[in-house]
């Protein structure tokens, strides 16, 4: 008895959604026999885990800007890696590209904040990193498009590169190393967050909307936009469809290559900048691994813009409801709750193979 | 794991008892009805702690679990309840939005004061003490403070270092072998780990003077293979006959053991994990300061007290406090030291004498102490102490101790 | 049992999915038979070739080998019961020599590669009358011989049964007399063959008995002498076939693209297509015959401007289009559409939709940065009614059409830019009988509006009835170009090989040249 397995030709999307719906229930299952046997009560852990901690809490706004912040970038990088991934490009280089960009908003920070007004200062921010990280992912783009060579591998080897650099600048104490604190004996980032820093617009009550949520939505329309109704756009899709036939088309596709890399890392790196413009100071952990858990969103998104906003949304629930419930139950930490981020992607990801393929047993052999 | 919990906790037990006495030591039973009415202090029933850790709350090792551990002991003594008035958010790295998230968490489950013990928390710690003014911070290892809700608290770990320092000399005398070992985190980089290593150096030369402290810089707090593998380099290249350490695992030790030579361990009692080898630990009681802070918070009325309570917004215990400590002396020590660590344990208590001091001491074999006025140099031949003159602020040891003392090499 | 069968397949089925790829079907070999299996593209042949190699299993059936009920599940299964495939794309390894890819697959060799593997192998190979050199590399091989070597290997691991899938679609007319030859001596040594193939012809020549399958459905065994090929087509079909390929004789205009010795190189950097000289005019059909990989792809490329030309002209009405980009080329009228093995590596992005594909080459006429794609549904739909596209609507994806909707509407949308030169290759490559039909006639209404068309094929026969004049190409060289309706297969073959040069012996030119071939002298004259 055997089993060959076949390709789908045509999911209707009732089916996608039910897999999806039962991968999830299926993984918080598997986290609920764990949470029995660590001694936890399942149903109060998941409620607090799906509320973020939010009921009963006398600080819940707090819970919602936190919130906010860690969706802000993952989206915003989510959204600029399907730019890549839609052109088949593989960047995996999202995290390097976010810290280099990061860097450059913290140095201009330091420089121009205070000197220039704000708003130039934040603008001249936003630049300096979706330059340097566009550059950083540009120059990827450049040897693939020269010389061959695997987009993979190099973005992910930068990413190390661009790690140590900061954790250069975050370890060397010396004159020049302004992006270090000056008081502290020990070496620490210095904190530039009462300089400059992107705004909040009051909402009512306490809960501030921080101008960087919007801008990120808006950039996500654009992109939606931009891969949908542009030129750009549909040469993005023929490039990543069959670069044969872009040439063929009379499309200069080295130029196509080079265009979206650097778009699509500049993103990253405006990521990086607004992380850094509202945290108002570096870090070696700055970027959250949102370079990889972009990677992910991306890819459940099917590269789709909105689904993207959607998905991120919902992983950031996850990720900030799982360290609050971490929290108030002794028996489980973040590595757990961790893992059970894990079992939840992992099944999504193996619901996301049913809805492409499906498993056939033989029936009858030749026996 | 038991026996150095159940160890801890004696330990506790009886330094908690000198604590009491101690002329820092707050006394928790003046504080609360003094200025603030009894209804306003938390009961002790609805009293939650909160706590930010760098790795694991269930690491069975290491820094996370020496907090944990002195925090949940704390807790016992005092009558709380670890599983329902403790909130920890656990695994936060040194990124200031990430630990201010954690702080949120923690505030909107009530948390009535929090821990830190992380030094990169400083400036996150600093921005919400500022916000959250109904709720106590408290942050290890850190330099910043206000003077209402954030204090800071570090110990003398060098006081201990020094008393292992006489230990190890001991053996140094007893084996004939001048050279000794110390695997360090980092080196003058830091002045936690150069105050360390400093301390570990003038309790050995104090009982022997022609020794020499070689130090292997891991530039990692945590770095297991390296920890092992600098121990070996340390023993086969130095020829060192008794190896020290400021990291985290036993692995110094157990390639001390390995290589039939002797050993000072950190953090925790690491006879049992080189039963041949390891003479004494510097150890800390985090769990003295805990109970000093909670009973503080508890007792303090509103938040805004607490530095006012505790008496000072920077802690730094020592001996006195019972904070850090030496661990039992294995029966690998050689005859006397118990004795001379005894005497000298006394002296530091006493007040009467301290380690980066213009006076030495000089410890016969047989165990007695003898007071000696000399500067106090660094192994560049700077005069950090004139001769007779008062030991170093405190503020120099945790900041601006950036130097090795006289007969310390780096290797 | 009055006939023993070597092999007999009875009630085999087999689905991928929702595709019925074979529907109990019934199948039998006579020892020492050639067995014909005779279908369109996508009827299931190799499907069920493949189950008996052990490459797939049935869903449900029986195989009897020798009378014995077998079951095979993997390919040693068939190794053991005497059944060796010769597959369409060979099963070697480039770098190892000719010995060696036999000798990899033996089940006791033990870990030493022993000298005397060669001899061993060069004797068993003359045994069954084959010349090989058993230290060629394979990478160093012609198709021809790769395919030899194919068919040795599977004798030398004792195959009674062999299976050849499409074994002459590779080969020149003389390569396909040769493998005949020795298909019909391994008969004679009491082998069973079944030969995969959708060439009447062929089937004619060599079969005993045929076999056709339909759509995934047996439709009948026939005795090869006893049908003819008008009867297998309607078989085949389902239906009555018309195989005349009309030939429209059209008043010819002056040539539209000249190309003067014009030389290219490939990827490798090697001479795709050395000092070529050939014009086409409009409404004429000028057809490219040569063994696949003699500068075909490279001349179109060129062509196109996709493709820098080492030296040369080419001159479009009266003027150098060299070194002009893709773009401008295309704004000259001169189209091009190649359909590459995989059909949909050049020409279409297959994941987009029909729309999508339809404004491929003209997306960035419009104004502004937005696509316009309006006029691009607008010929998506034109295409879908014109050229009958089978498609749910525009907006699906063309890898979810059929081999033949997928070639009409890539040539759909080079009609639909108006040109007056269409440069095609393979139009026709992997469609059933109809489709290709269907293509044909679309290419005979642009030659009767004049336009110039440069036809890449691979079927002798087709090119002799479509064409107007066909060019020989051999390793990038022309041998000739002679009218097509006065040539034979045996001469183009002859060419094909390089054995037959008109360009340097049409002083005693054989019947059938066209002047063309005298083309460069002509110009050196003028």
Redesign the interface.
Known sequence: M?FHI????NCPLWKKCCLYLGAVVLALLLGAVLLISLGVDPIAYYTRMFTM?TVG????Y??WI?YL??LVPLALVSVALSLAFKMRFWNIGGEGQFILGAISAAFVAFKAGGVLPNGVTLLLMCLAAMITAGLYGLFVAALKVKFGTNETLMTLMLNYVALYILVFLG?A?ADWNFFLDAE?????FA?F?KIVSFPGIPMGGKFTLNICVILTVLIGILVYVYLR???????I??VG??A???????MKVNRIVLRTVFLSAALIGLAAAF?VG????L????T?DVGWTGIIVAWLSQLNTAVIFAVSALICVLH?GS??A???F??V???FANMLQGVILFLVLAADFYTRF?I?S?????? | MKKIIAMLLALAMAFGLVACGGAEAPAATEAPAADAPAAEAPAAADFKVGAVYINSKNDTAGYTFAHHNGITTAMKELGLDPATQLVIVDEVPEDKEQVLSAIDTLVGEGANIIFGISFGYIDAMEEAAAEYTDVIFSHGTGYKSNETNFNNYFGRAYQARYLAGIAAGMKSLEMGNNNIGYVAAYGTEYAETASGINGFALGVQAVNPNATVFVKNLGAWADEVNESAFAVELIDSFGCGVISQHCDSAQPQIAAENAGVFGCGYNSDMTPDAPKAHLTAAIWNWNVYYRTAMEAAMNCGTADKFVETMGTPAYYGGLAEGFVDVSPLSENCAAGTAEAIEAVKALIISGEWDVFSGTKLEIAADGTVTKVDAPLVDNAGNEIVAAGGASVEDGVITGTMNYFVAGVQEA | MAQQYAIELKGITKTFGSVVANNGINLNVKPGEILALLGENGSGKTTLMNMLSGIYKPDSGSIYVDGKEVSITSPEDSKRLGIGMVHQHFKLVDVFSAADNIWMGREKTGLLLKKDRYAEIEEMARKFGFEIDPRKKVYNMAVSEKQTLEIIKVLYYGAKIIILDEPTAVLTVQEIQKLFGVLRRMKEEGHSIIIITHKLNEVMEISDRVAILRKGEYITTVNTSETNEQELTEWMVGRKVDLNIPRVFMEKTRPLLEVRDVTIRSDEGAVAIDGVNFYIRGGEILGVAGIAGCGQKELCEAIAGLRPIEKGQMIHKGENIVGLSPKTILEKGISMSFIPEDRLGMGLAPSLSITDNMILKKYSDCKGPFVDRKTGRKDAEDVIRELEVVTPSADTPVRRLSGGNVQKVLLGREIKADPNVIITAYPVRGLDINSSYAIYNILNKQKESGVGILFVGEDLDVMMALCDKIMVLCHGKIMGVVHAHKTTKEELGLMMTGALDLIYKYEDKPAGIAKDTRFGEQEEEA
């Open positions: 055997g076949v390709k789908r030709d901690g809490n006398k600080i819940a707090k819970v936190n912040k860690e370890e104490k502290s004996a020990r070496p620490v904190s967050a109704f542009t030129k750009h756009g549909y040469e899709s023929v469809d069959s044969g036939t872009a040439h063929y088309a009379g992380k509202t945290a108002g100071i870090s070696t952990a700055i959250d900030y360290t609050v971490a929290a108030t002794a028996q930490d973040s590595s499906k056939v033989d029936k009858k052999g030749g026996n």
